[in-house]
């Protein structure tokens, strides 16, 4: 029978799955460009798809057709690599458990009907694969009516757990194609019903655990929101705290200055100097909570942090460049990056001996482009490496992965980069984020 591998109709199922193929992606992730550059990118990915296919192996056609799909993902949404390569062969595992089922059906009615279903390759093979490709749209539209509203991250490592059953369920029903399909047609209206159920099943757990990561973006979210709502309120305390201790100061500034005079008079300024001192010292201690950021939840994570070092002997000097501007960061992002790294020099320090604790923290602009959050920790413990790269001085290597992995992560998201080093008998950390970064 003649082979139809380059007709205008096999063009055209090409281009059908490759629009089944955005429209999958377009209900999980954001795109990155649209009109044209869509439309091109899209035209390019269906013919690469449609003379491969003309070469008529299978080995080939598994091989590149996922690597062309997998480039056009990634080029077209907003996607991480990594997760592009978990979606994408959770893609395909719905394809080819399509295909597996309708293989399996008109293997089925070729047993039972008085006419022979043609090849998929085949001229006379189209009008069946016709049937497939609209069955395999509706199953499309059946998984992005649930998926479509929901907010899935794109570091998203459960991506991962995602494939486990469509790749199992996948690898069952193809073994059906390598099997004698049976004579009794009781078994084979049992092949072609698992062979359904596997392929539905596949749709059903992923809406669901789609559904759960969903929920869990959102309860980490309220989470977030929790602690900035008290990290706010920490700071507004304190200013009402500080202004309170003022106004006091000001009421009493008067009662000083006439007492003063007096002295003066009279005569004792060893006195004055007496009471100046002890007052200064409950100035000090009243107002012992700073401003230093615009920025109320930077303020919070920094004035925790300067809390803390005090409860452990730590030096902490810490230097704040006026008029900061970090709105450009998420709250959270902004907690995450700058609390991990606080966390990690202090604990760092709180190791040393107690005349050897040392924090040194600068935060300010390195250019008008650029967000540079420096710190100087001392250590006791040398840090450990991977390859060429310094990780970190705690102890714990379980927790340090999962505070300086968020970092990065976060550091590379704001087009910036995350520097450790050892020098001089420090450790040294350099956060560099830029300021125009797309959040």
Same mark, same amino acid.
């Given at each position: 029978?003649?082979?139809? /591998? ?14 089944? /193929? ?44 996922? #690597?062309?799909?997998?480039? !056009? ?39 039972? #009907? ?27 539209? !059946? ?48 092949? *072609?019903? *698992?062979?359904?159920? #596997? ?12 559904? !759960? ?138 190791? *040393? ?56 992560? /976060? ?8 520097? /450790? ?19």
């Amino acid at each position: 029978m003649e082979n139809d /591998l380059l007709s205008v109709s096999r063009l055209f199922f090409c281009g059908a799955d490759v629009y089944m /193929l955005y429209r999958f992606f377009a209900a999980i992730f954001k795109q990155k460009w649209s009109g044209k550059k869509r439309i091109i990118s899209s035209i390019i990915t269906v013919l690469l798809i449609f003379f491969e296919n003309a070469v008529g192996s299978v080995t080939l056609n598994f091989l590149t057709v996922p #690597l062309f799909c997998y480039t !056009y993902i990634v080029s077209s949404f907003k996607i991480s690599l990594t997760n592009g390569i978990a979606y994408t062969i959770i893609y395909f595992t719905f394809v080819g458990g399509r295909e597996v089922l309708f293989e399996l059906m008109y293997r089925f009615l070729s047993k039972i #009907l008085p006419f022979y279903i043609p090849p998929w390759f085949t001229s006379g093979g189209i009008y069946f694969l016709f049937i497939e490709y609209v069955a395999g749209f509706l199953f499309l539209l !059946y998984i992005e009516k649930y998926i479509k509203k929901l907010n899935v991250s794109n570091n998203n490592i459960i991506s991962w757990y995602l494939l486990i059953v469509p790749i199992l369920s996948l690898t069952i029903s193809s073994s059906f194609l390598y099997m004698d399909f049976p004579e009794e047609t009781f078994i084979q209206i049992l092949m *072609c019903a *698992c062979a359904f159920l #596997l392929y539905f099943s596949n749709a059903a757990i992923f809406i669901i655990l789609e559904k !759960y990561t969903d929920v869990m973006n959102k309860v980490k979210y309220a989470e977030l929101i929790t602690v900035k709502k008290d990290m706010e309120n920490e700071h507004f305390q304190n200013i009402l705290k500080i202004n309170d201790h003022y106004r006091c100061f000001m009421h009493d500034i008067n009662a000083y200055f006439n007492s003063f005079r007096m002295l003066a008079m009279d005569g004792e300024n060893k006195k004055i100097v007496e009471i100046i001192d002890e007052l200064k010292g409950k100035i000090q201690k009243e107002t012992s909570s700073v401003i230093y950021s615009g920025s109320p939840v930077l303020n919070a994570v920094l004035t925790e942090r300067v809390s803390r070092a005090k409860e452990q002997g730590i030096e902490f000097t810490l230097f704040v460049e006026k008029f900061l501007k970090v709105d450009f960061i998420s709250d959270a992002d902004l907690i995450s990056m700058f609390g991990n790294l606080l966390d990690n020099a202090l604990e760092a320090a709180a190791r *040393c001996e107690p005349d050897n604790r040392k924090v040194n923290v600068k935060v300010f602009m390195g250019t008008s482009y650029f967000l540079i959050f420096y710190i100087e920790n001392t250590f006791a413990v040398s840090a450990r490496r991977e390859g060429a790269n310094l990780l970190s001085t705690k102890a714990d290597p379980k927790h340090h992965g999962l505070g300086l992995g968020i970092v990065t992560t /976060l550091a590379e998201k704001y087009g910036g980069s995350l520097n /450790l080093e050892e020098k001089n008998g420090l450790f040294i950390t350099t956060l560099t984020i830029s300021a125009f970064a797309e959040s």
